[in-house]
């Protein structure tokens, strides 16, 4: 069986890998979002998601330390790890103290941030060629790639809240609040626009203002949803 996911969220992931073997279907690659799953006993395997410090590789030590504990290397992507264990051989935690989970997770922020900086960066280059050239390609691409931000984001803003909890369980020091992710909306929104601008030449002039000004108000909403008092 084969299943298409997208996440930026590692915990996400595993939660879901973890549900997947729950109903009887063990992963067994991963390529570009598709997951090859066989069937397997219910809740055979438990699957954790670690982040390695090399592209499509993990050092030999890093091998032998998974080999001895019982794990199996299932798949490598990019800097993403999956890993699993056999249920029946016990729990199966990465990282039990609460410093090193904090460690991998600002690791796995700094990663975020910057791709993040990268994002915005290929944003300003599309909106300064749709404004330099008169292209509006280039406007519909820079709204495509906001959504996309919109995601980055959001991963950011969960990073925080979890290392800030972290840390609050390390210090003892409880947190005054937590930060509130963007609304899907605002994606929705953005890719709405841009598919709009893309299909200018196809579609109707009514067609296509109907399309950016339904857009305009989802993300309004997303903008009431994000600063409305709890």
Same mark, same amino acid.
């Given at each position: 069986?084969?299943?298409?996911?997208?996440?930026?969220?590692?915990?996400?992931?595993? =939660?879901?890998?973890?549900?997947?073997?729950?109903?009887?279907?063990?992963?067994?690659?991963?390529?570009?979002?598709?997951?090859?799953? =066989?069937?397997?006993?219910?809740?055979?395997?438990?699957?954790?998601?670690?982040?390695?410090?090399?592209?499509?590789?993990?050092?030999?030590?890093?091998?032998?330390?998974?080999?001895?504990?019982?794990?199996?290397?299932?798949?490598?992507?990019?800097?993403?790890?999956?890993?699993?264990?056999?249920?029946?051989?016990?729990?199966?935690?990465?990282?039990?103290?609460?410093?090193?989970?904090?460690?991998?997770?600002?690791?796995?922020?700094?990663?975020?941030?910057?791709?993040?900086?990268?994002?915005?960066?290929?944003?300003?280059? =599309?909106?300064?060629?749709?404004?330099?050239?008169?292209?509006?390609?280039?406007?519909?691409?820079?709204?495509?790639?906001?959504?996309?931000?919109?995601?980055?984001?959001?991963?950011?803003?969960? +990073?925080?809240?979890?290392?800030?909890?972290?840390?609050?369980?390390?210090?003892?020091?409880?947190?005054?609040?937590?930060?509130?992710?963007?609304?899907?909306?605002?994606?929705?929104?953005?890719?709405?626009?841009?598919?709009?601008?893309? +299909?200018?030449?196809?579609?109707?002039?009514?067609?296509?203002?109907?399309?950016?000004?339904?857009?305009?108000?989802?993300?309004?909403?997303?903008?009431?949803?994000?600063?409305?008092?709890?």
């Amino acid at each position: 069986m084969i299943k298409f996911r997208f996440y930026l969220d590692k915990d996400a992931e595993t =939660e879901w890998l973890n549900q997947m073997s729950a109903d009887g279907w063990a992963m067994k690659s991963f390529f570009a979002g598709f997951f090859r799953f =066989e069937k397997c006993e219910k809740g055979e395997y438990v699957y954790q998601v670690d982040f390695g410090d090399r592209l499509f590789s993990v050092s030999s030590d890093y091998r032998e330390l998974m080999q001895d504990a019982g794990i199996e290397i299932v798949q490598m992507w990019t800097y993403w790890v999956i890993l699993r264990k056999k249920a029946s051989e016990g729990k199966f935690e990465l990282y039990t103290d609460v410093a090193s989970a904090i460690e991998h997770y600002k690791k796995i922020r700094r990663m975020f941030k910057v791709a993040t900086i990268i994002e915005m960066l290929c944003i300003f280059i =599309e909106l300064y060629c749709g404004a330099a050239e008169g292209i509006l390609l280039g406007y519909a691409f820079a709204l495509f790639l906001g959504a996309f931000l919109v995601g980055l984001l959001n991963v950011l803003i969960r +990073l925080n809240n979890t290392i800030a909890e972290l840390n609050a369980s390390l210090t003892g020091i409880e947190r005054s609040g937590r930060h509130r992710n963007i609304s899907a909306l605002m994606a929705v929104g953005l890719l709405m626009n841009s598919c709009a601008i893309m +299909l200018t030449d196809v579609i109707s002039h009514g067609l296509r203002h109907a399309i950016q000004i339904l857009a305009v108000v989802l993300m309004f909403c997303s903008l009431l949803h994000m600063f409305r008092r709890k």
